[in-house]
């Protein structure tokens, strides 16, 4: 008798699926950049995190209404540290020691946001916690604490009613400005356990709860099980980093082709693989940069691009 080492399923194909005309927002947890970037890889065109990543509801929903509003953020908005100008709607990657760098890259990101979600075709939501921090002084809830004395922050579990509430507020005022758009929803499968083992079981299943409850009431909005592919089909250890938390590239990989065969169409794998093969040769790094090989390689790269686009203007080319 065959013995079954794994749980493996077959997932039913997304009812709208992405080709290389679709214009995809994806904001979230890490997971979603992991995403994302395979995307980019494929030549799609994408803008994920114009806040940075985010793991909680509340911090997607400010997210989202920022871009739509296009907020003007001022530097009595900001906390300083003593080092460095922070954000607390924001992810680190905007800290900076002047203030004025904070919020040029802050309504940079939110002008580009706006505009994306105005044409998107997909918006993608990748939900990590529910676990939300509030400032005291500033009675707000936080995307992030950026290390600040703990005292100033009161931390709570949201249910799975106020998760709901604010998954069903994103997907209004979304489809206020862009009817047409699908929504994607993902439950990110990085544990937390800095919470607690039992409260990141307890957390993860209150966003599930939500999730699905929206999907049930919303038209033309989805799940896709990043979650349990790894917690039940990559059931191992050996799939996470040294962390034990975050999964391994192998394991992003996996759920990837995953994504990839239940939501992009058939049709767009030729050329995925197409641009795949020119953002190979855009990261070669030579020992030689000035050497005459080096030079006719790149040459010939430009070439295959320039004959790309022309043939396939709806194709994204990622220069570093």
Known sequence: MEIKLRTDWTLEPGHRQIDHRSKILLIGSCFSEHISGQLKFSGFDVFENPHGILFQP???????????????????????????????????????????????SIHSNIRKGHSFLNSATHLVLTLGTSWVYKHRDRNAYVANCHKNPQEEFEKTLLSPEEILTSLERI????????????????????????????????SKARLHEAVHQLVARQEDTSYFPAYEIMMDDLRDYRFYK????????????????????????????????????????????????????????????????????????EVKIYRR
């Open 58 to 104: 509340l911090a997607i929903e400010r997210a989202v209404s920022d871009c739509l509003i296009q907020t003007r953020y001022k530097k009595e908005d900001l906390v300083f540290n003593g080092e460095v100008w922070t954000s607390l709607n924001h992810h680190g990657r905007f800290n900076h020691s002047d203030p004025e760098v904070v919020l040029d």
């Open 171 to 202: 997907v209004s005022q979304v489809r206020e400005v862009n009817p047409s758009i699908a929504v994607l929803l993902t439950v990110s499968p990085v544990r937390h356990i800095k919470d607690g083992i039992v409260e990141n079981t307890r």
């Open 242 to 313: 040294s962390d034990l938390i975050h999964p391994t590239e192998t394991a992003v990989e996996y759920i990837w082709n995953k994504f990839a065969r239940t939501w992009i169409k058939p049709s767009a794998f030729p050329l995925m693989k197409e641009v795949q093969s020119i953002h190979r040769a855009l990261e070669h790094r030579p020992i030689q940069v000035e050497s005459k090989e080096h030079q006719t390689f790149r040459e010939k790269t430009e070439k295959q691009i320039q004959e790309l686009e022309e043939k396939h203007p």
